[in-house]
């Protein structure tokens, strides 16, 4: 798969205008990334070894509703890709699950000296790169039997990727839907190819 997605990745970098500063930060959030496959993973089947489908209404307390909206989120503030667990329930966002701690942290590698069209670039790859490979991380930790709705999430605008069907927003059939268990049971996938999930992350990066 790394070497899939690093020869799709060199394509889109001969459609960017400055393919210099594109390859070198390519090079180094695919490198990051997958050096942190296997610790990566690791955390989530702690995540989901805690928040299933047999014990995720133990942590609502008297909020808990098997009617309700019920996601877990791993949420990340804007610009950068540090993931931190929390649930979301009928509207109410839970504190972080500090227990648990970090999925993934993100490897700050921006500069203040950067251009506005450098930015735009970094933001763009590290996106369309950090939601390829995190994807793969589910898929192949089978993260679709913890049978409950996954996303990682903006904290300041909100988008959210759905791990469940590898779609964004509204795109994806569990986006704002309160029957989320017959939701998983219709739509949760267990693999995607990757040509289609970098297709459903151009949506929101790679344009």
């Not at 329930?89 to 970090?102: A, T």
């Not at 839907?177 to 790679?206: F, M, P, T, V």
Request: with cysteine.
């Amino acid at each position: 798969m790394e070497k899939k997605l690093r020869n799709i990745i060199k394509k889109e970098i001969f459609e960017t205008k400055n393919q210099d500063f594109a390859t070198k930060i390519c090079d180094e959030y695919l490198e990051y990334y997958f050096n942190k496959s296997i610790s990566t993973k690791e955390q989530l089947r702690k995540l989901l070894d805690k928040y299933n489908e047999k014990t995720i209404f133990s942590f609502t307390g008297k909020n808990g509703s098997k009617n309700d909206y019920l996601h877990l989120a791993l949420g990340h503030n804007m610009g950068e890709k540090t993931l931190i667990p929390m649930l979301e329930n009928g509207g109410d966002v839970f504190p972080p699950d500090r227990e648990i701690g970090q999925i993934i942290k993100d490897p700050e590698y921006w500069s203040k000296d950067e251009t506005d069209d450098e930015w735009e670039i970094r933001e763009k790859f590290h996106g369309y790169i950090f939601f390829a490979w995190f994807s793969t991380i589910w898929i192949e930790i089978k993260g679709y039997k913890s049978q409950i709705v996954v996303k990682i999430s903006n904290n300041d605008n909100l988008t959210s990727w759905y791990l469940n069907d590898f779609k964004f927003d509204s795109n994806s059939n569990f986006f704002l839907d309160n029957d989320w268990k017959s939701a998983i049971k219709k739509h949760n996938k267990k693999a995607i190819e990757l040509e289609q999930l970098l297709e459903n992350i151009k949506h929101e990066y790679g344009r």
